[in-house]
Protein backbone atom coordinates (compact mmCIF):
# COMPACT_ATOMS: atom_id res chain seq x y z
CA UNK A 1 0.00 0.00 0.00
CA UNK A 2 1.47 3.19 -0.99
CA UNK A 3 2.33 5.73 2.16
CA UNK A 4 -0.47 8.51 2.56
CA UNK A 5 0.49 11.96 3.51
CA UNK A 6 -0.41 12.60 6.91
CA UNK A 7 -2.18 15.90 6.00
CA UNK A 8 -4.36 13.82 3.78
CA UNK A 9 -5.33 11.27 6.32
CA UNK A 10 -6.06 14.58 8.88
CA UNK A 11 -8.11 16.62 6.22
CA UNK A 12 -10.57 12.98 5.49
CA UNK A 13 -10.77 12.35 8.90
CA UNK A 14 -12.08 15.82 9.34
CA UNK A 15 -14.43 15.61 6.73
CA UNK A 16 -15.64 12.20 7.38
CA UNK A 17 -17.12 13.99 10.38
CA UNK A 18 -18.29 16.50 8.68
CA UNK A 19 -20.21 14.38 6.29
CA UNK A 20 -21.34 12.67 8.89
CA UNK A 21 -22.71 15.39 11.03
CA UNK A 22 -20.20 15.06 13.85
CA UNK A 23 -19.21 18.55 13.31
CA UNK A 24 -22.13 20.50 12.12
CA UNK A 25 -22.19 23.29 8.96
CA UNK A 26 -20.83 27.04 11.09
CA UNK A 27 -19.04 24.80 13.86
CA UNK A 28 -16.00 26.20 14.63
CA UNK A 29 -13.13 23.11 14.04
CA UNK A 30 -10.60 22.44 17.22
CA UNK A 31 -7.72 25.11 17.40
CA UNK A 32 -4.27 23.64 15.67
CA UNK A 33 -3.34 23.43 18.62
CA UNK A 34 -5.70 21.01 20.24
CA UNK A 35 -5.39 18.75 16.57
CA UNK A 36 -1.97 18.90 17.03
CA UNK A 37 -2.47 16.92 20.08
CA UNK A 38 -5.37 15.00 18.81
CA UNK A 39 -3.40 13.31 15.77
CA UNK A 40 0.24 13.55 17.34
CA UNK A 41 2.09 15.54 14.77
CA UNK A 42 3.49 18.90 13.91
CA UNK A 43 1.51 22.50 13.16
CA UNK A 44 2.26 22.26 9.70
CA UNK A 45 0.57 19.00 8.87
CA UNK A 46 -2.46 20.42 11.05
CA UNK A 47 -1.79 23.84 8.78
CA UNK A 48 -1.61 21.34 5.38
CA UNK A 49 -5.13 19.49 6.20
CA UNK A 50 -6.73 22.41 6.97
CA UNK A 51 -5.76 24.17 3.34
CA UNK A 52 -6.72 21.35 1.85
CA UNK A 53 -10.10 21.39 3.32
CA UNK A 54 -10.20 25.49 2.68
CA UNK A 55 -9.47 24.35 -0.67
CA UNK A 56 -12.44 22.63 -1.91
CA UNK A 57 -14.87 25.05 -0.02
CA UNK A 58 -15.41 22.58 3.28
CA UNK A 59 -14.21 25.01 5.59
CA UNK A 60 -12.96 29.08 5.63
CA UNK A 61 -10.83 30.94 8.38
CA UNK A 62 -12.61 34.04 9.71
CA UNK A 63 -11.80 37.29 11.11
CA UNK A 64 -10.76 36.83 14.67
CA UNK A 65 -9.49 33.56 14.42
CA UNK A 66 -10.45 30.31 14.06
CA UNK A 67 -11.66 27.68 10.99
CA UNK A 68 -15.05 27.24 10.39
CA UNK A 69 -17.43 24.77 8.65
CA UNK A 70 -19.11 26.76 5.72
CA UNK A 71 -23.23 26.84 6.39
CA UNK A 72 -23.82 25.38 2.58
CA UNK A 73 -20.62 22.89 2.60
CA UNK A 74 -23.62 19.92 1.64
CA UNK A 75 -24.14 21.22 -1.81
CA UNK A 76 -27.89 22.97 -2.23
CA UNK A 77 -27.48 22.14 -5.66
CA UNK A 78 -27.61 17.77 -5.76
CA UNK A 79 -30.59 17.95 -3.40
CA UNK A 80 -32.42 19.59 -5.67
CA UNK A 81 -32.28 17.03 -8.43
CA UNK A 82 -35.14 14.85 -8.30
CA UNK A 83 -35.30 11.23 -9.44
CA UNK A 84 -38.56 10.24 -10.76
CA UNK A 85 -39.23 6.71 -12.30
CA UNK A 86 -41.22 8.22 -15.04
CA UNK A 87 -38.01 10.02 -15.95
CA UNK A 88 -34.90 7.29 -17.03
CA UNK A 89 -32.68 10.51 -17.75
CA UNK A 90 -32.73 10.99 -14.64
CA UNK A 91 -31.31 7.74 -14.41
CA UNK A 92 -29.00 7.59 -16.79
CA UNK A 93 -27.30 10.99 -15.30
CA UNK A 94 -27.02 9.39 -12.19
CA UNK A 95 -25.49 6.48 -13.27
CA UNK A 96 -22.88 8.47 -15.90
CA UNK A 97 -21.57 10.32 -12.89
CA UNK A 98 -21.42 7.11 -10.64
CA UNK A 99 -19.68 5.13 -13.01
CA UNK A 100 -16.92 7.95 -13.88
CA UNK A 101 -16.55 8.47 -9.46
CA UNK A 102 -17.53 4.97 -8.36
CA UNK A 103 -14.88 2.62 -10.01
CA UNK A 104 -12.10 5.52 -9.48
CA UNK A 105 -12.58 5.35 -6.02
CA UNK A 106 -12.62 0.81 -6.02
CA UNK A 107 -8.90 1.43 -7.05
CA UNK A 108 -7.85 4.01 -5.19
CA UNK A 109 -9.35 2.45 -1.98
CA UNK A 110 -7.67 -0.95 -3.06
CA UNK A 111 -4.40 0.77 -2.46
CA UNK A 112 -5.44 3.24 0.75
CA UNK A 113 -7.97 0.98 2.58
CA UNK A 114 -6.94 0.69 6.29
CA UNK A 115 -8.68 -2.19 8.39
CA UNK A 116 -10.84 -0.37 10.17
CA UNK A 117 -12.64 1.05 6.11
CA UNK A 118 -12.60 -2.88 5.35
CA UNK A 119 -14.49 -3.70 8.33
CA UNK A 120 -17.06 -1.04 7.85
CA UNK A 121 -17.26 -2.84 3.99
CA UNK A 122 -17.45 -6.71 5.77
CA UNK A 123 -20.40 -5.42 8.17
CA UNK A 124 -22.25 -3.92 5.07
CA UNK A 125 -22.04 -7.27 3.44
CA UNK A 126 -22.93 -8.89 6.19
CA UNK A 127 -26.86 -6.58 6.66
CA UNK A 128 -26.78 -7.47 2.81
CA UNK A 129 -26.45 -11.06 2.85
CA UNK A 130 -29.46 -10.95 5.79
CA UNK A 131 -32.17 -8.84 3.93
CA UNK A 132 -35.55 -10.70 3.04
CA UNK A 133 -38.44 -9.52 0.97
CA UNK A 134 -40.47 -8.03 3.75
CA UNK A 135 -40.67 -4.28 3.60
CA UNK A 136 -38.18 -3.83 6.99
CA UNK A 137 -35.57 -5.70 5.76
CA UNK A 138 -36.08 -4.19 2.27
CA UNK A 139 -35.32 -0.74 4.44
CA UNK A 140 -32.04 -2.45 5.52
CA UNK A 141 -30.65 -3.24 2.15
CA UNK A 142 -30.94 0.17 0.71
CA UNK A 143 -29.50 1.00 3.77
CA UNK A 144 -26.56 -1.45 3.97
CA UNK A 145 -25.95 -0.83 0.07
CA UNK A 146 -25.37 2.88 0.29
CA UNK A 147 -23.64 1.76 3.45
CA UNK A 148 -20.87 -0.03 1.48
CA UNK A 149 -20.24 1.99 -1.14
CA UNK A 150 -19.50 5.12 1.42
CA UNK A 151 -17.19 3.04 3.09
CA UNK A 152 -15.45 2.64 -0.26
CA UNK A 153 -15.41 5.93 -0.88
CA UNK A 154 -13.60 6.75 2.94
CA UNK A 155 -11.32 4.31 2.09
CA UNK A 156 -10.00 6.31 -1.05
CA UNK A 157 -9.16 8.94 1.64
CA UNK A 158 -9.57 12.11 -0.78
CA UNK A 159 -11.87 14.32 0.79
CA UNK A 160 -13.50 15.94 -2.83
CA UNK A 161 -14.50 12.48 -3.83
CA UNK A 162 -15.69 12.16 -0.46
CA UNK A 163 -17.78 15.09 -0.50
CA UNK A 164 -19.12 14.43 -3.85
CA UNK A 165 -20.62 10.92 -3.16
CA UNK A 166 -22.30 12.86 0.32
CA UNK A 167 -23.84 15.47 -1.88
CA UNK A 168 -25.54 13.16 -4.38
CA UNK A 169 -26.94 10.86 -1.27
CA UNK A 170 -30.67 12.20 -1.67
CA UNK A 171 -30.49 11.30 -5.72
CA UNK A 172 -28.60 8.02 -5.02
CA UNK A 173 -30.81 6.96 -1.79
CA UNK A 174 -34.07 7.17 -4.49
CA UNK A 175 -32.61 5.40 -7.44
CA UNK A 176 -31.81 2.43 -4.40
CA UNK A 177 -35.14 2.96 -3.58
CA UNK A 178 -36.62 2.42 -7.01
CA UNK A 179 -34.50 -0.51 -7.39
CA UNK A 180 -35.66 -2.16 -4.10
CA UNK A 181 -39.29 -1.27 -5.06
CA UNK A 182 -40.27 -4.89 -5.94
CA UNK A 183 -40.09 -7.68 -3.80
CA UNK A 184 -40.44 -10.25 -6.72
CA UNK A 185 -37.05 -8.35 -7.89
CA UNK A 186 -35.49 -7.96 -4.59
CA UNK A 187 -36.04 -12.08 -4.24
CA UNK A 188 -34.31 -12.64 -7.82
CA UNK A 189 -31.47 -10.22 -7.51
CA UNK A 190 -30.33 -10.43 -3.97
CA UNK A 191 -27.92 -13.10 -4.18
CA UNK A 192 -26.57 -11.25 -7.92
CA UNK A 193 -26.29 -7.86 -6.10
CA UNK A 194 -24.50 -9.52 -2.95
CA UNK A 195 -21.81 -11.15 -4.89
CA UNK A 196 -21.16 -8.40 -6.80
CA UNK A 197 -20.24 -6.32 -3.72
CA UNK A 198 -18.49 -9.16 -2.36
CA UNK A 199 -16.44 -9.01 -5.52
CA UNK A 200 -15.65 -5.58 -5.16
CA UNK A 201 -14.62 -6.08 -1.23
CA UNK A 202 -12.49 -8.95 -1.99
CA UNK A 203 -10.62 -6.99 -4.96
CA UNK A 204 -10.39 -4.33 -2.21
CA UNK A 205 -8.94 -6.40 0.68
CA UNK A 206 -6.56 -8.46 -1.60
CA UNK A 207 -5.26 -4.83 -2.69
CA UNK A 208 -5.56 -5.69 -6.57
CA UNK A 209 -6.80 -1.87 -7.43
CA UNK A 210 -7.25 -2.54 -11.68
CA UNK A 211 -9.45 -5.64 -10.65
CA UNK A 212 -11.59 -3.22 -7.78
CA UNK A 213 -12.24 -0.71 -10.86
CA UNK A 214 -13.45 -3.47 -13.43
CA UNK A 215 -15.59 -5.18 -10.58
CA UNK A 216 -17.41 -1.92 -9.96
CA UNK A 217 -17.86 -0.85 -12.96
CA UNK A 218 -19.55 -4.43 -13.69
CA UNK A 219 -21.86 -3.80 -10.97
CA UNK A 220 -23.13 -0.36 -11.79
CA UNK A 221 -23.95 -1.24 -15.51
CA UNK A 222 -25.64 -4.11 -14.29
CA UNK A 223 -27.98 -1.92 -11.74
CA UNK A 224 -27.95 0.72 -14.46
CA UNK A 225 -29.52 -2.20 -16.63
CA UNK A 226 -31.89 -3.25 -14.37
CA UNK A 227 -33.42 0.22 -13.95
CA UNK A 228 -33.05 1.86 -17.51
CA UNK A 229 -33.68 -1.45 -19.64
CA UNK A 230 -33.76 1.20 -22.60
CA UNK A 231 -29.96 1.97 -22.10
Known sequence: MKKEKMSHRIAAEILE??????????Q???????LCEKYGVSRASIREALSELKAQGAVTSKQGGGTYVEQAFHGEFFHQ?????????SFRYLFEMRKILEPEAAMLAAERRTNKELEEMRSALELMKEVDVDTADSYKGRNADF???LAV???????????TFANLDT?????LDLSFEEKQDLLRNKQIIYKEHEKIYEAIQAGE???????????????EKKLTPDS
Open 81 to 89: VMVDESNLA
Open 171 to 175: VYKKA
Open 28 to 34: KLPTEKQ
Open 209 to 223: AELARLQCLIHLRNV
Open 17 to 26: QIVEGDIKPG
Open 147 to 149: TFH
Open 153 to 163: MKATHNPVMIQ
